[in-house]
């Protein structure tokens, strides 16, 4: 038996060293391989349901990493998917919402259980499937694991959330009561294939509500694996509904159907925005939109530099910047910018580029051919308008020609009204200002 390799989160991913991680990620790797490239189908009532051959245009699931691969064929929810999907979660609603509090939370504690006890596999497939790390994956996979026991903690220290009032007199009862409201729809991001689709979706059915999951059309599979744990652990068919495809048609009809009561969308702001506007136009309801932003860094003489350059660093180019929470400009004092840059870039120049499933990688490639070609203009911007110190270009040579990738890219000299100071770029430049 080898050494218990070490449990990975987002407050650990610098310190894992453990060979038995490494060989462990290996063996499932080798394990998933065999398995790619299937043709898959909705699920609803637990029934997949697939598109005929030639019947309809559906998504190829190809990885950001190598576009020669296909990792699975899905069907895009049209209308009638959508209208299926949720009229069998208005059935499932009455039973699972019956379900006493405590119930719901035993099954989401062992969906959680399996979840982090399948890591290895989950995160090989979250690497391949959107081109995170190794270190970044099993991330993911753990954070969608802690999401779950974090709310069944919440219901589990409230007593499902139910407690009396102040009463106002002896023939008065009030009482404050958690009760299921419905139908959810939750609409899930490519950069958290796991976290942010197994973490709303099981707070949603933890509060006794149906859900339709709606994964990201960069990942199906990830989405169909955490599926899998939620069913196996007890969640009934008739709670849980999973519809592909892209924003246009499947998110849309989602966003418009009259008997969804409540919705979760992760992405840009401005979808979010659009989403907030469009949800409720009949009448209120509840829609939560987490649409990102543009975090900076503060940089003071006060600060360690090497600190700072280092937290910089991996903050802007972990996951390609490819999060809401990635640093994408620092302001950075005058007396100390010429020492932290000279940091910064000799740390950006360090990091690997490459197949982020391989031991040693950090920076694998951006999501898709939008995201390449935005990365390419919002350079040229970079390099008209201001310095290009570092990177700036797209990577060809090798085995990278297949896919995505490009230079983590350090930029100064532009004015705080430019567009790469003020616009969420998603994965694009670092700029600094002193």
Same mark, same amino acid.
């Given at each position: ?38 043709? =898959? ?28 691969? +296909? ?14 999907? /949720? ?40 690497? +391949? ?28 220290? =409230? ?52 859900? /339709? #999951? ?25 709670? #849980? ?13 989602? /966003?418009? =159907? ?17 989403? +907030? ?147 969420? +770029? ?9």
């Amino acid at each position: 038996m080898g050494e218990t390799p070490e449990r990975v989160t987002y407050a650990t991913l610098a310190g894992v060293q453990s060979e038995e991680f490494q060989r462990r990620w290996d063996v499932a790797l080798d394990r998933l391989r065999p398995a790619l490239g299937g043709r =898959h189908g909705h699920l609803i009532d637990g029934q997949e349901l697939c598109a005929g051959e030639g019947e309809r245009e559906g998504l190829e699931d190809r990885s950001p990493i190598d576009r020669r691969g +296909l990792l699975g064929r899905f069907p895009v929810g049209r209308t009638d998917d959508v209208d299926r999907a /949720v009229a069998a979660a208005r059935r499932g609603f009455p039973a699972w919402s019956r379900r006493h509090w405590s119930e719901r939370a035993a099954i989401l504690r062992q969906a959680a259980e399996l979840i982090e006890q399948r890591g290895f596999d989950l995160s090989a497939l979250v690497g +391949l499937e959107v081109g995170k790390s190794r270190l970044e994956a099993m991330g993911d996979v753990t954070e969608t694991a802690d999401l779950v026991r974090y709310y069944c903690e919440q219901m589990e220290r =409230h007593a499902g959330f139910d407690r009396p009032m102040a009463r106002l007199s002896p023939h008065e009862e009030t009482r404050s009561l958690l009760r299921p409201h419905g139908v959810w729809a939750v609409i899930s991001p490519f950069n958290f294939p796991a976290a942010l689709a197994g973490g709303p979706v099981s707070a949603a059915l933890l509060a006794g509500n149906t859900v /339709v #999951l709606k994964p990201s059309p960069e990942a199906p599979l990830t989405a169909l694996a955490l599926y899998a744990a939620l069913r196996e652990a007890g969640v009934s068919a008739e709670a #849980l509904h999973l519809v592909y495809g892209p924003g246009e048609p499947t998110g849309a009809a989602l /966003v418009d =159907h009259p008997d969804v009561d409540g919705l979760l969308f992760t992405g840009s702001r401005e979808v979010g925005m659009g989403i +907030l506007r469009r949800f409720g136009r009949r009448h209120p309801k509840p829609c939560i939109a987490e649409m990102g932003g543009k975090n900076p860094a503060v940089v003071m003489p006060s600060a360690d530099l090497d600190v700072a350059a280092e937290g910089v660093m991996r903050s802007a180019f972990g996951l390609q910047g490819q999060k809401c929470s990635a640093c994408s400009r620092a302001y950075v004092h005058r007396d100390v910018k010429a020492g932290f840059l000279e940091l910064l870039l000799d740390k950006t120049a360090g990091l690997v580029v490459g197949d982020p499933t391989r031991h040693g990688v950090f920076l694998g490639p951006v999501i898709h051919e939008r995201a390449y070609r935005a990365f390419q203009a919002a350079s040229e911007a970079a390099r008209r308008d201001g310095q290009v110190l570092a990177g700036g270009d797209v990577r060809k040579e090798g085995e990278l020609a297949y896919g995505y990738f490009v230079s983590p890219t350090v930029v100064d000299g532009l004015g705080q009204d430019h567009d790469l100071f003020g616009k969420e +770029l998603f994965g694009r430049t670092a700029p600094t200002t002193a």
